[in-house]
Protein backbone atom coordinates (compact mmCIF):
# COMPACT_ATOMS: atom_id res chain seq x y z
CA UNK A 1 0.00 0.00 0.00
CA UNK A 2 1.47 3.12 -1.10
CA UNK A 3 2.13 6.14 1.46
CA UNK A 4 0.15 9.14 1.70
CA UNK A 5 1.81 12.19 0.68
CA UNK A 6 1.55 14.91 2.93
CA UNK A 7 0.26 17.63 2.40
CA UNK A 8 2.34 21.25 1.67
CA UNK A 9 2.04 24.06 3.41
CA UNK A 10 -0.14 26.60 1.55
CA UNK A 11 2.21 29.69 -0.10
CA UNK A 12 0.44 32.89 0.95
CA UNK A 13 0.79 35.68 -1.98
CA UNK A 14 0.09 39.39 -1.57
CA UNK A 15 -1.65 40.80 -4.93
CA UNK A 16 -0.28 44.28 -5.35
CA UNK A 17 0.64 45.17 -1.10
CA UNK A 18 0.75 48.87 -0.60
CA UNK A 19 2.65 49.81 2.68
CA UNK A 20 6.32 47.64 3.77
CA UNK A 21 4.74 47.88 7.38
CA UNK A 22 1.56 45.63 6.11
CA UNK A 23 3.93 43.55 4.72
CA UNK A 24 5.75 42.75 7.52
CA UNK A 25 2.96 42.06 9.78
CA UNK A 26 1.78 39.50 7.23
CA UNK A 27 4.94 37.91 7.88
CA UNK A 28 4.39 37.79 11.54
CA UNK A 29 1.06 36.45 11.30
CA UNK A 30 2.35 33.80 8.93
CA UNK A 31 5.29 32.47 11.20
CA UNK A 32 3.34 32.74 14.32
CA UNK A 33 1.23 29.49 12.78
CA UNK A 34 4.26 27.54 11.11
CA UNK A 35 3.42 29.03 7.17
CA UNK A 36 7.07 30.89 5.54
CA UNK A 37 6.56 31.24 1.96
CA UNK A 38 5.14 34.19 1.21
CA UNK A 39 5.13 35.40 -2.40
CA UNK A 40 4.56 39.36 -3.28
CA UNK A 41 3.33 40.26 -6.31
CA UNK A 42 3.91 44.08 -7.68
CA UNK A 43 4.01 45.94 -4.49
CA UNK A 44 3.40 49.27 -4.74
CA UNK A 45 6.98 50.30 -2.62
CA UNK A 46 8.87 47.58 -4.11
CA UNK A 47 10.82 45.25 -2.59
CA UNK A 48 12.80 44.47 -0.26
CA UNK A 49 10.87 47.47 1.84
CA UNK A 50 12.89 48.80 5.05
CA UNK A 51 9.84 49.24 6.71
CA UNK A 52 8.74 45.30 6.47
CA UNK A 53 11.43 43.84 9.02
CA UNK A 54 10.53 45.91 12.07
CA UNK A 55 6.73 45.11 11.53
CA UNK A 56 7.75 41.70 11.23
CA UNK A 57 8.62 41.49 14.80
CA UNK A 58 11.51 38.61 14.02
CA UNK A 59 9.52 36.84 11.48
CA UNK A 60 12.54 37.25 9.19
CA UNK A 61 12.79 34.23 7.69
CA UNK A 62 9.51 35.01 6.05
CA UNK A 63 10.68 38.50 4.91
CA UNK A 64 14.28 36.63 3.39
CA UNK A 65 12.33 34.20 1.43
CA UNK A 66 10.09 36.21 -0.14
CA UNK A 67 9.83 35.40 -3.82
CA UNK A 68 8.48 38.41 -5.77
CA UNK A 69 6.13 38.61 -8.90
CA UNK A 70 4.91 40.48 -11.64
CA UNK A 71 1.70 39.15 -11.89
CA UNK A 72 -0.35 37.24 -9.78
CA UNK A 73 -0.40 34.08 -12.83
CA UNK A 74 3.16 33.75 -12.67
CA UNK A 75 3.02 33.87 -8.71
CA UNK A 76 0.88 30.82 -8.41
CA UNK A 77 1.80 28.77 -11.96
CA UNK A 78 3.22 25.90 -9.67
CA UNK A 79 0.22 25.99 -7.18
CA UNK A 80 -2.54 23.06 -7.99
CA UNK A 81 -5.25 25.11 -6.41
CA UNK A 82 -5.60 28.88 -5.85
CA UNK A 83 -8.18 30.54 -3.16
CA UNK A 84 -8.94 33.84 -3.11
CA UNK A 85 -9.73 35.55 0.20
CA UNK A 86 -12.64 38.34 -0.71
CA UNK A 87 -15.72 39.09 1.41
CA UNK A 88 -17.73 39.46 -2.11
CA UNK A 89 -17.60 37.70 -4.85
CA UNK A 90 -17.15 40.57 -6.94
CA UNK A 91 -19.74 39.04 -9.93
CA UNK A 92 -17.66 35.77 -10.57
CA UNK A 93 -19.17 32.74 -9.95
CA UNK A 94 -17.10 30.39 -7.74
CA UNK A 95 -17.21 27.93 -4.31
CA UNK A 96 -17.39 29.23 -1.40
CA UNK A 97 -15.33 28.11 1.35
CA UNK A 98 -15.07 29.20 5.10
CA UNK A 99 -11.12 29.48 6.34
CA UNK A 100 -11.64 26.15 8.08
CA UNK A 101 -13.27 24.61 5.16
CA UNK A 102 -10.37 25.57 2.87
CA UNK A 103 -7.91 24.36 5.59
CA UNK A 104 -9.40 20.82 5.83
CA UNK A 105 -9.37 20.29 1.78
CA UNK A 106 -5.92 22.27 1.87
CA UNK A 107 -4.60 19.68 4.10
CA UNK A 108 -5.69 16.96 2.61
CA UNK A 109 -4.39 16.66 -1.42
CA UNK A 110 -1.05 16.22 -1.91
CA UNK A 111 -0.04 19.13 -4.54
CA UNK A 112 0.72 22.69 -3.29
CA UNK A 113 -2.38 25.57 -2.33
CA UNK A 114 -2.13 28.85 -3.04
CA UNK A 115 -3.99 31.83 -1.05
CA UNK A 116 -4.33 35.30 -2.37
CA UNK A 117 -4.74 38.49 -0.17
CA UNK A 118 -5.49 41.82 -1.88
CA UNK A 119 -4.48 45.24 -1.54
CA UNK A 120 -5.20 47.02 1.90
CA UNK A 121 -7.26 49.55 0.28
CA UNK A 122 -9.55 47.59 -2.01
CA UNK A 123 -9.12 43.93 -1.72
CA UNK A 124 -9.03 41.89 -4.81
CA UNK A 125 -9.83 42.93 -8.16
CA UNK A 126 -11.91 40.88 -9.88
CA UNK A 127 -9.22 39.62 -12.74
CA UNK A 128 -7.57 38.51 -9.83
CA UNK A 129 -10.37 36.33 -8.35
CA UNK A 130 -11.23 34.73 -12.03
CA UNK A 131 -7.58 32.52 -11.55
CA UNK A 132 -8.83 31.25 -8.27
CA UNK A 133 -10.83 27.88 -8.08
CA UNK A 134 -12.02 28.66 -4.78
CA UNK A 135 -13.39 31.62 -2.87
CA UNK A 136 -12.18 32.19 0.93
CA UNK A 137 -15.12 34.00 3.06
CA UNK A 138 -14.99 35.05 6.66
CA UNK A 139 -18.33 34.92 8.43
CA UNK A 140 -18.01 38.25 9.74
CA UNK A 141 -20.52 41.35 11.11
CA UNK A 142 -22.50 42.28 8.06
CA UNK A 143 -22.39 45.83 9.57
CA UNK A 144 -18.96 45.93 9.77
CA UNK A 145 -16.66 43.95 7.55
CA UNK A 146 -13.30 45.58 7.90
CA UNK A 147 -10.22 43.24 8.07
CA UNK A 148 -6.52 44.49 7.88
CA UNK A 149 -4.00 42.87 5.63
CA UNK A 150 -2.55 40.95 8.75
CA UNK A 151 -6.19 40.19 10.27
CA UNK A 152 -6.83 38.30 7.26
CA UNK A 153 -3.87 36.25 7.17
CA UNK A 154 -3.94 35.26 10.39
CA UNK A 155 -7.34 34.17 9.87
CA UNK A 156 -6.48 31.93 7.32
CA UNK A 157 -2.90 30.51 8.60
CA UNK A 158 -4.63 30.03 12.14
CA UNK A 159 -7.32 27.23 10.55
CA UNK A 160 -4.45 25.70 8.75
CA UNK A 161 -2.13 25.11 12.03
CA UNK A 162 -4.89 23.63 13.64
CA UNK A 163 -4.33 20.61 11.72
CA UNK A 164 -0.60 20.59 12.32
CA UNK A 165 1.62 19.92 15.54
CA UNK A 166 2.85 23.33 15.79
CA UNK A 167 4.10 23.78 19.72
CA UNK A 168 1.83 24.21 22.45
CA UNK A 169 2.64 26.61 25.72
CA UNK A 170 4.74 25.13 27.86
CA UNK A 171 2.48 23.13 30.98
CA UNK A 172 3.46 24.36 34.44
CA UNK A 173 3.60 22.18 37.16
CA UNK A 174 1.01 23.57 39.52
CA UNK A 175 1.78 23.68 43.67
CA UNK A 176 0.16 20.94 45.60
CA UNK A 177 -2.67 22.55 47.97
CA UNK A 178 -1.51 23.37 51.10
CA UNK A 179 -2.64 21.07 53.78
CA UNK A 180 -5.68 22.58 55.85
CA UNK A 181 -3.89 22.92 58.71
CA UNK A 182 -1.56 25.60 57.48
CA UNK A 183 -4.23 27.15 55.67
CA UNK A 184 -6.10 27.68 59.15
CA UNK A 185 -3.04 28.96 60.75
CA UNK A 186 -2.90 31.46 58.18
CA UNK A 187 -6.59 32.29 58.92
CA UNK A 188 -5.63 32.63 62.56
CA UNK A 189 -3.36 34.58 62.39
CA UNK A 190 -4.91 37.49 60.20
CA UNK A 191 -8.43 36.61 62.69
CA UNK A 192 -6.16 38.00 65.76
CA UNK A 193 -4.20 40.73 63.68
CA UNK A 194 -7.93 41.87 62.94
CA UNK A 195 -9.09 41.35 66.53
CA UNK A 196 -6.30 43.43 67.62
CA UNK A 197 -6.54 46.38 65.37
CA UNK A 198 -10.32 46.68 66.45
CA UNK A 199 -11.45 45.45 62.95
CA UNK A 200 -14.55 43.24 63.46
CA UNK A 201 -17.26 46.27 64.30
CA UNK A 202 -19.92 46.24 65.09
CA UNK A 203 -19.08 43.16 67.44
CA UNK A 204 -22.67 41.23 66.10
CA UNK A 205 -21.02 41.92 62.45
CA UNK A 206 -18.33 39.64 63.41
CA UNK A 207 -19.49 36.39 62.53
CA UNK A 208 -20.03 37.60 58.92
CA UNK A 209 -17.46 39.10 58.22
CA UNK A 210 -15.12 36.32 59.90
CA UNK A 211 -16.97 33.78 57.31
CA UNK A 212 -16.24 36.49 54.66
CA UNK A 213 -12.83 36.36 54.87
CA UNK A 214 -13.00 32.89 55.11
CA UNK A 215 -14.15 32.22 52.37
CA UNK A 216 -12.00 34.53 50.46
CA UNK A 217 -8.66 33.02 51.83
CA UNK A 218 -9.84 29.18 51.06
CA UNK A 219 -11.04 30.07 47.33
CA UNK A 220 -7.53 30.48 45.51
CA UNK A 221 -6.51 26.74 47.06
CA UNK A 222 -3.14 28.79 48.50
CA UNK A 223 0.04 26.14 48.26
CA UNK A 224 2.19 26.24 51.21
CA UNK A 225 4.73 28.74 50.34
CA UNK A 226 1.87 30.89 49.01
CA UNK A 227 0.75 30.44 52.96
CA UNK A 228 4.43 30.72 54.26
CA UNK A 229 4.78 33.96 52.18
CA UNK A 230 1.40 35.89 53.47
CA UNK A 231 2.35 34.57 56.68
CA UNK A 232 5.66 36.30 56.48
CA UNK A 233 3.24 39.15 55.38
CA UNK A 234 1.48 39.32 58.91
CA UNK A 235 4.28 39.24 60.44
CA UNK A 236 5.81 42.04 59.00
CA UNK A 237 2.89 44.09 59.50
CA UNK A 238 2.33 42.75 63.21
CA UNK A 239 6.33 43.51 63.65
CA UNK A 240 6.07 47.08 62.30
CA UNK A 241 2.69 47.75 64.40
CA UNK A 242 4.45 46.61 67.05
CA UNK A 243 7.36 49.07 66.56
CA UNK A 244 5.30 51.82 65.98
CA UNK A 245 3.37 51.31 69.35
Given at each position: M?????APPP???????QL??????????????????????APRDGWPNPSAGPAASGADIVL??????????DAVADCGHVYATT?????????????????????????????LFGPERSGLETDDVALARTIITVPINPDFGSLNLAQAVILVAYEWSKGERLAQPPEVDLPEPAPHEELEGMIQQLDAMLQAAHFFFPPDRAPTTRRTI???????GWSS???RTMRGVLSALAGAKRAKD
Open positions: SKAIAVIVLVRPGENIGKAARAMLNFGLTELRLVEQARLFDSVAVRKRGVTKPVQTPEDAATVIRSVAHRSAIRTLLTKPQEV
